[in-house]
């Protein structure tokens, strides 16, 4: 079951990985978000200037500019330029420090990889709810 909250969001997914960006975009699109793929940080960050989704997922471990530079340079900007918008991590880096650096970051929620689509769901449910 996909939480009523999925349906009109606007998503964008930030992610190295051309597979795990497929299949995040379908199972968000099965819930009836509309998702917005990009496949680097740098990339996310000008498209988010532009058009500022509903909602951010991104990766953590990224080549040249990672999720941290990410979420750092986004949380800089102003709300208008998507410096507010909500912010979910992905990573396989799941100890406690790890878990503290992603939030303190400037990310509200992680979810582990491998993504489990029950716990990403109810994590991103969680942020876009009023």
Known sequence: DYPAELRGLRIMVVDDQPDILE????????????VETLTNAREALERLRVAPPDLLISDIAMPEFDGYWLIRTLRDLPASEGGAVPAL????YVRDEERAR??????QQYVPKP?????LLAAVAALVRP
């Open 23 to 34: 299949l995040l975009r379908e199972l968000l699109e099965l819930g009836g978000a509309h």
């Open 89 to 92: 991590a992905l990573t396989a």
């Open 102 to 107: 992603v939030l303190a970051a400037g990310f």
């Open 115 to 119: 993504v489990d689509l029950d716990e």
